[in-house]
């Protein structure tokens, strides 16, 4: 089976609405022929979803997701914005469980569980974070924080829904901090994720779910991380904020094909 990527870029609180237009207007002319075979994904703050859905439309292969989403359709829950607003607002994709969102807002398995029940009931594919902080890497608990992570997002769901699923492995640790997993380091914690999918869900579901790497995923990097086995693209932060390192990342993956 050939390589499929997702590249995705989590544009985090950074960004605002001027800046939106003219990244994707700035990426249309310089991102080239994409294959099908990688697709591309970005996701901006809430309020600029609309526009960067309407700029998107000039990209074949883009796709506009959100950073995060609340576990209700509607209802009294001030500052929130539900998937079924997502949905209106062109989204295809939401991350759900990003490092920040445990650390900062106290997210943990039953909430992002919900969440990801509330994003497939309502057609969005969800991103789903998991990793490991520098002290469990340095424990060695890196793998047992990884399983237990997956296996409490994904538990309750059978098979059709996970196979909808998107992995982000974020080893913490490296995430804004210009440190990046080695490739090696990458390939064996995504392997190690895909025989945990493949216990949960079977080997033909699990061989298709794409696993994403994110972690000062760069230019200079991306190639030797996507090159691995089990890594099916990127989460990228920082390096998605540009139009032309987030194209440099794209042509990279294209390269792989
Ligand atoms: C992220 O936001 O998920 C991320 C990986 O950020 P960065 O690429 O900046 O490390």
Known sequence: MGRNYLIAGNWKMNSGSGKTA?????????IGDVPGQVEMLICPPFVSLNEAANAAKAIPGMHIGAQNLHFENDGAYTGEISAVML????????????????EYFGEAEQVIGKKIAKALENGLTPVVC???????????????????????????????????????????????????????Q???????????????????VASGIRILY?????????????????????????????????????????KLI
């Open 22 to 30: 003219p990244f994707f207007n700035e990426l249309a002319k310089i």
């Open 87 to 102: 949905k209106d607002a062109g989204c295809s994709h939401v991350i759900i469980g990003h490092s920040e969102r445990r």
């Open 130 to 184: 998991v990793g490991e902080v520098l002290d469990q890497r340095k424990s060695g608990d890196h793998f047992t924080v990884v399983e237990t992570q997956t296996r409490g997002a994904l538990a309750g769901f059978g098979d059709a829904e996970i196979a909808k699923i998107v992995i982000a492995y974020e080893p913490v640790w490296a995430i804004g901090t210009g440190e990046t997993a080695s490739p090696d």
């Open 186 to 204: 990458a390939q064996e914690m995504h392997a190690f994720i895909r025989k945990v999918l493949t216990e949960i869900t079977g080997k033909e």
């Open 214 to 254: 994110g972690g000062s995923m760069k230019p200079d990097n991306a190639a030797e991380l996507l090159a691995q086995t089990d890594v099916d693209g990127g989460l990228i932060g920082g390096a998605s904020l540009k139009p032309d390192s987030y194209a440099a990342i794209v042509q990279a993956a294209t």
